[in-house]
């Protein structure tokens, strides 16, 4: 009798998505696995460009048909809806509104993050932010509008995040005519080393940056924002960047997630609830090689994406699945175009007491960045294609390898 494919279903085709289907179209043989990767917009978004895109930088987008030709993934573009763990289904719903359901017998979740608001009134509203592309170029149309305009139309970037630096700098370095204002809710730049600190402070001078330290901002109006203690502070275009969230699917759909709704999973990216399924990326949580949460990073995406699509590989074929690095290095903060921080951390996630800065940081991220976006744009690079057939008995042991306390092979 012939067997039903295996089929594989990867929500999300960014960092973590896009790397694992790749992964395992080259590493699973097409004579019993069918991958689908389902993804809300036809091309690559490369999140870590956006504020550069809302600062007026075209950055590329590759579509992902071409991504995935000559793979077998086949790309379904839709808006993920819901997901049946329980049904091993996902909702889907396409451009023209049609709803559909996809069946999987292994599912890797990897639907990424959005800017979170933290419930302060009128972010929705009044707010542009720069975690997705929709809003980057709505911030965009914005700014080249200001720029437009005669004397001093000013720019609030709300949040000291590597987000709210980068978007701040980006902003003040292509539009001269604006003044842009960077609000910080602790002293600036406080994670970082007193050097980077102070280096961060001197490129803010140099771009005529105004920093609000120690300010909290209650509430975001149409122009202007009202802080904790009381002052209104103008704003022709009020920028949120204060942190992300992920998508309620998971946890709607009674995947264990934590508060914040990001899915719980083992050492290798399984879900504790529910053994077929992976979480990769900024919705996955979990615990890195130092003890403490990974964060939320392109680089995090990385060790993820590889150690899901391994874990996959070796229960689906009955290899041995390799212990990748989850490490927290550092962080990469771009400036502007032409200026930098590399701030690497020790083993408790402080920053050391030396950083990079300068031109030379600029290179090194604009190199990660080059080579982000070819990683995930190229999944047939390299590796050889196919090579494994999935092991029948294996696949049907996916429940008592995770009874067995999620534990690798080997
Ligand atoms: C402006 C900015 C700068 C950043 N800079 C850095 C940096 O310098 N270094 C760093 O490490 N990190 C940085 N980050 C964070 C980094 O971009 C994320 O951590 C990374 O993108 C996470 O990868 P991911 O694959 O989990 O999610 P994403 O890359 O966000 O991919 C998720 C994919 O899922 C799709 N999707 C989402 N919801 C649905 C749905 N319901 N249905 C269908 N498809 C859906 C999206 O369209 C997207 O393609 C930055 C983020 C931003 C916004």
Partial sequence: MKHRKHRIVVLGAGYAGAYVAGTLARRLSPADTEITVVNAEPD????????????????????????????????????????????????????????????????????????????????????????????????????????????????????????????????????????????????????????????????????????????????????????ADGTALASDATVWTAGFEVSPLAAAGGIDVTEGGRIVVDRTMRSVSHPNVYAAGDSAYVIGDNGLPLPMSCASAGYTGRQAAAAIVGRLTGRTIANVKLGYLGNHISLGERDGILQLVDGEAQAKPTYVGGRKAARVKAGIVRMSLWATSHPTFGLPTRTHRLEAEKVEETVPLLENGGATHG
């Fill in 44 to 227: 690559f978004v490369q999140r870590l460009r956006l504020h550069q895109l809302a600062a007026g930088r075209d950055i590329d987008a590759p579509q992902l048909a071409d991504v995935f030709v000559g793979t077998g993934v086949a790309l379904r573009l839709a808006r993920v809806t819901a997901v049946d763990p329980e049904r091993q289904v996902v909702a889907v719903a396409d451009r023209a509104d049609q709803a559909d359901e996809l069946g999987y017998d292994t599912l890797l979740y990897a639907l990424g993050s959005h800017g979170a608001d933290h419930g302060v009134p009128g972010v929705a509203e009044h707010a542009f932010d720069v975690s997705a592309r929709p809003s980057a170029l709505r911030l965009r149309e914005r700014l080249e509008s200001l720029s437009s305009q005669r004397g001093g139309a000013g720019v609030l970037v709300v949040g000291d995040g590597l987000t709210g630096i980068e978007t701040a700098t980006e902003i003040a370095e292509s539009r001269p005519g604006v003044s842009v204002t960077l609000v910080a809710r602790g002293e600036l730049g406080a994670p970082l080393s007193a050097g980077a600190r102070s280096h961060l402070r001197q490129a803010c001078v140099r771009l005529g940056i105004t920093v609000l330290e120690h300010t909290s901002v209650e509430a975001v109006e149409a122009e202007r924002v009202v802080c």
